[in-house]
């Protein structure tokens, strides 16, 4: 069985920072790809950003220059470090790892392994 847990996210005001955590525990994710989604309410799930094992990051266009995604791979967390947040940022944060073989920019995400979510509340 594998668990995501995620923490992190809260309430903020436009311009602050949150940094989310995805902690990984069930079987090895050292030479997994792990990504962050979100998904607003009314909207689909959107891919946000990724981080393969050997450190190299993906972001969506609309978050790049703003967040930040890492690892530590010795305790199975994924970062995702959000700054100047905009409201438009306001959603739940999926933590995702796809299995083995699978692109995390699969467009069928289906077989991901998914934490529980948190919120994060962006007010303008």
């Known amino acids: 069985q594998v668990q995501l847990v995620e923490s992190g996210g809260g309430l903020v005001q436009a311009g602050d920072s949150l940094r989310l955590s995805c902690v990984a525990s069930?079987?090895?994710?050292?030479?997994?790809?792990m990504g962050w989604f979100r998904q607003a309410p009314g909207k689909e799930r959107e891919f946000v950003a990724a981080?393969?094992?050997?450190?190299?990051?993906y972001y969506a266009d609309s978050v790049k220059g703003r967040f930040t995604i890492s690892r530590d791979n010795a305790k199975n967390t994924v970062y995702l470090q959000t700054n100047s947040l905009k409201s438009e940022d306001t959603a739940v944060y999926y933590c995702?790892?796809?299995?083995?073989?699978?692109?995390?920019?699969?467009?069928?995400?289906?077989?991901?392994?998914w934490g529980q979510g948190t919120q994060v509340t962006v007010s303008s």
């Open positions: 981080i393969t094992w050997g450190g190299s990051t």
């Open positions: 995702a790892v796809p299995p083995p073989g699978v692109p995390v920019g699969a467009k069928d995400r289906s077989s991901f392994y």
């Open positions: 069930g079987r090895t994710f050292r030479f997994s790809t």
